[in-house]
């Protein structure tokens, strides 16, 4: 809980619902009749309407960016380091919309809503919805806005997808894409991961088909193995050398312990909990599946998949950007093994040979995958100076 | 504004696409687009000067020339630049062949190793050269690859490149008749616009 609120937090936010009633057409062929969009904005959108941002979520993030929700929070949004007064995202000068995307589980429209067809909720009768799916449904939410154009659009990994789409699918409406620790589109060892994480959560015998809320339970185990699995793939080598790691009266330097902190400090020579990672894993892991629905968790997984602009475009990326007229640019993190530097490059290379205006920066992080969420300095000052450029842009 | 600029920015074609090769704090592509209106990207490695970069809105790649330039297009630009680095990339050969595959016109400027004040400071003190100008001991320099004008004449030749200008000046970028005369022995800077298959007189 914050006892005050610091100076540059946006403070004490609250969401608010978007409901449309224009049918959907998804990708899949499928339709959605009506849905909603949970939606968060910080800062005050200018007269011109030229000053927005809009925040594309990853894989887990919700419209809950930044801020507190109460004096009650323990924590801020998922990206309150990058977003606030004097922040690299700053809103004391930009209008910042972020949401929660469809399929999601945090009140945007998703397996746990009620499926008007059936009066009851969706579960895995819910479509499979896709990146451009998503990007679609943030368009409309733009026009009710009011926005014509974004001054920017940025996500990281599963959000820097959005942002690709976003640069091809609607180049008039984007000054800037800004894309995070992202790749072109998934390898198949990251669909594998995935996969191991929906068998996780289909495997679990309270899963019940998608349906277990019919039987009062959740499949708890199967979303905590995928999130652990998940998890694993988000941090380093070094990262979690460094987070589970502590000098000790045997090893004298913390380098040499490998991250093998013990959580009793000894061995239990049993099949428990020995090592602190696992303790650390068994939390998350049980954390997040009480708030996170595991239809979602599948469906948010196969967007991922699916993802691949270059499909419609004989597998040339830079044929997709054609008609892409923003700047671009791309961050990678030296330690994400997930999307390691060299995917985020393919997309730099597409970009140049489409004759985009790209910048890309290669950060030196030990924090893996989840670099684009922390506060690495060398990135802030990036992300800083970059948007001072379209900050001043917008201004004239 | 730097007086190498002066004298690059003449080869520039208004509206043309400029790569910037270790741009730098990216001076010389503010510079082009404000008074050429070229679209230019700029690749470098330093941190801070990226940041210098992105601050004048120039676009920067961060990347290592040493590393190959193969997520560039053939003839995807019209000039490529290389200003004071060509001494200390790891291969200068295969970097000139890259920009001319890149480029449809390339620009090296590099220090003249044949100038007269280093060779005398090696005549005469029987050691590296160490000056204001390039002020690094031999052991942690980067500049690992020096020639003089005399040895870039000889390897444009030699991989059939064609010199479209050479400019020679002294370590203030100035021009004279005198350096003119005796380039390899005077100059301190060389400034080299060249291509292949270049149709002279253009």
Known sequence: MPDFLPEDSVGIVSPQRFHFDEPLSLRSGKVIKTYDLMVETYGE????????????????????????HSMDDKKPGWWDVCIGPGKPIDTNHFFVVSLNNLGGC??????????????????????????????????RLADRLGIQ?????????????????????????????????????????????????RQSITGDPDFHAGRYRDHGVIPK??????????????????????????????????????????????????FDVDFQVESYLHYQGERFSETFDANSYLLMTKALDYFDP??????????????????????????????????TQEIVTALLKAGKQVSYLDIEADEGHDAFLLPVPRYMQAMTTYLNRVKQEVAN | MRADLEIIQKWIKPGSRVLDLGCGDGSLLAYLRDNKHTIGI???????????????????????????????????????????????????????????????????????????????YIAFKGRMPVSNFMPYQWYDT???????????????????????????????????AIIRAFPNLLSEIAIYHFARGHQGGK
């Not at chain 1, 945007?108 to 990146?131: E, L, R």
């Open chain 2, 42 to 120: 700029g690749l470098e490695i330093d941190n801070q000067k990226i940041d210098a970069c992105l601050h004048k809105g120039i676009d920067v790649i961060q990347q290592d020339l040493n590393k190959g330039l193969g997520n560039f297009e053939t003839h995807s630009f019209d000039t490529v630049l290389l200003t004071q680095t060509l001494q200390a990339v790891h291969y200068p050969d295969l970097l000139v062949e890259e920009m001319l595959r890149i480029g449809k016109n390339c620009i090296v400027t590099f220090p003249n190793f044949g100038n007269w004040k280093s060779r005398a």
């Open chain 1, 149 to 197: 154009q974004w001054a920017a659009v940025i996500g990281g990994s599963l959000g820097g997808m959005q942002v690709m789409r976003w640069s091809i699918s609607y180049p008039e409406r984007v000054r800037h894409a800004i894309m995070l620790a992202v790749a072109p589109k998934l390898s198949a060892q990251n669909i594998a991961f995935n996969e191991v994480a």
């Open chain 2, 142 to 176: 980067p500049n690992i690859h020096f020639c003089t004008v005399r040895d870039f004449d000889d390897f444009c030749r030699a991989k059939n490149i064609d010199v479209i200008t050479r400019t020679v000046v002294d370590n203030k970028h100035r021009d004279s």
């Open chain 1, 310 to 343: 270059s499909v419609d475009y004989d597998g040339d990326l830079s044929k997709a950007f054609a008609k892409s007229d923003c700047r671009f640019l791309l961050v990678s993190y030296s330690t994400d093994w997930r999307f390691p530097p060299e995917r």
């Open chain 1, 45 to 68: 959108l200018n007269a011109e309407k030229s000053n927005a941002i809009l925040i594309c979520p990853a894989l887990s993030g919700d419209h809950h960016a930044a801020g507190y």
């Open chain 1, 106 to 139: 945090a009140g945007s429209t998703g397996p746990a809503s009620i499926n008007p067809d059936t009066g009851t909720w969706y579960g895995p009768d819910f479509p499979v919805v896709t990146v451009r799916d998503w990007v679609n449904s943030q368009a």
């Open chain 1, 221 to 270: 185990k199967g979303l905590m193995l995928a999130r652990m699995v998940g998890h694993i793939t988000y941090l380093s080598d070094s990262a979690m050398r460094e987070k589970f790691g502590k000098a000790t009266q045997e090893i004298k330097e913390a380098s040499l312990n490998l991250g093998r902190d013990l959580r009793a400090g000894k061995l239990s020579f049993g």
